[in-house]
Structures are given as structure tokens and as C-alpha cells.
């Protein structure tokens, strides 16, 4: 898929095995942010403390060896620069604990968990655009709900280390839409996607 953003065109492509490096490459040594490798809503608390840095890289690899394809990798020009976190809320084990995002209903819903951009190119739409492909991926995978939870301070400005979920405004202009506020600051967004064909058509 590709889009085009301030800072040029927007390649997106659910991560494989053969991308694991771009997505290495993108993460850094720190692992995007303090050893978490995207592990810390898969993990209980205990695991997740426990295996920052190597050990939860290793889990993301074997995840994203297995075919799994736990989120999308956005390029510009060739360069890795954004991720997209996107799974079936059950992957999710923090979110079954959640008192803030306890689920809204019983109907079933991927969730988007997190984005990472490049420093280089952020503020400039790249999270939208990496918040579209995370849907058009998770309807091909027949998706009906996609939910995010998002930081929604309008007034304020937070660091980009607290906002690894997304802020409301990027969904908004994704197409999402709030359905539930437990919380002042971390609203529910759902995006409601078109049914397709078994082709991954528009039905």
C-alpha cells in the first residue's frame, strides 16, 4: 500500500520474516523505546520487566518469524521509518486486565497497540497514514472493528515516549470514531470496516 505524507510518498507492508532486519534497523538498540520491543501489552507485567531489551527482541522475531505479521512497516525512499502495532485484541493480554480499556461489548475487534515513528519524520502525517494501513491489513484479515487508545490531551503537550498508542487527532483523521471514555485522557476509537469477499475484495 502507499500513501503520500509531508515528507513524501508512504510505502506500507505487514512485517515478514525477510523484513526483520528494516524493522531492527527502525527500532534500534533500545528496541523503539526502553527495551520493550512491542512486548509490554503481550506480556504480564512480571515477563515484561523481566525480558527488556534481548529477551522480548527475541519474542518479537519469533513472532514475526512465524508468519504471524504483528504489524505493518512504513518506508519512505527505500528507509524503514514507522511501525504499526495491529493484532486481534485477545493477542493483547493488558487489555484483558484493563479497567480503562475493558472491552466495550462482545463484538470482536483487532486492535491497533502501537506506533513508532522515526524522529526525522514525525509531525508530518506519517502516523495516519500508518494508522490506514493498519486497518486496510486487519480488514483483508477480515476484520469488522478496528480499536485504538489513543492519548487524548488537546491542551497539552505530551513526549513522544507517552504517546507510543497514538493521539485521538491522528485516528480521527483516519476515520475513527469514539465509542467509549472511561478515562479523561484515554478515550476507545473504532474504525468500522467494509465487509469484503473471502478475495479480500470491497463486498
Not at 479523561?184 to 469484503?196: A, D, G, K, M, N
Amino acid at each position: 500500500m502507499s500513501t503520500s505524507v509531508s515528507a513524501g510518498p508512504l510505502r506500507t507492508v505487514p512485517v515478514t520474516g525477510d523484513l526483520w532486519k528494516d524493522l531492527e534497523r527502525l527500532f534500534g538498540e533500545r528496541g523503539a523505546c526502553g527495551g520493550c520491543w512491542c512486548m509490554v501489552w503481550r506480556l504480564s507485567h512480571k515477563e515484561y520487566e523481566a525480558g527488556k531489551g534481548a529477551p522480548n527482541k527475541r519474542r518479537l522475531k519469533g513472532l514475526v518469524d512465524s508468519g504471524a505479521m504483528p504489524g505493518i512497516l512504513g518506508y519512505i525512499g527505500g528507509q524503514p521509518i514507522a511501525w504499526c502495532a495491529v493484532a486481534p485484541r485477545e493477542d493483547y493480554g493488558f487489555l484483558s486486565r484493563s479497567r480503562v480499556l475493558a472491552p466495550v461489548d462482545d463484538e470482536p475487534v483487532w486492535s491497533i497497540s502501537c506506533l513508532f515513528v522515526d524522529k526525522s519524520y514525525r509531525r508530518q502525517g506519517v502516523s495516519t497514514g500508518m494508522i490506514c494501513a493498519a486497518v486496510d491489513f486487519a480488514a483483508s484479515r477480515c476484520a469488522a472493528i478496528v480499536e485504538a487508545y489513543p492519548v487524548d490531551k488537546p491542551h497539552e503537550r505530551s513526549a513522544d515516549a507517552f504517546v507510543w498508542t497514538g493521539v485521538a487527532a491522528a485516528y480521527r483523521k483516519a476515520g475513527f470514531h469514539e465509542v467509549m471514555r472511561r478515562s479523561e485522557t484515554r478515550p476507545i476509537l473504532r474504525y468500522f470496516c467494509e465487509p469484503r469477499d473471502q478475495a479480500g475484495s470491497h463486498a
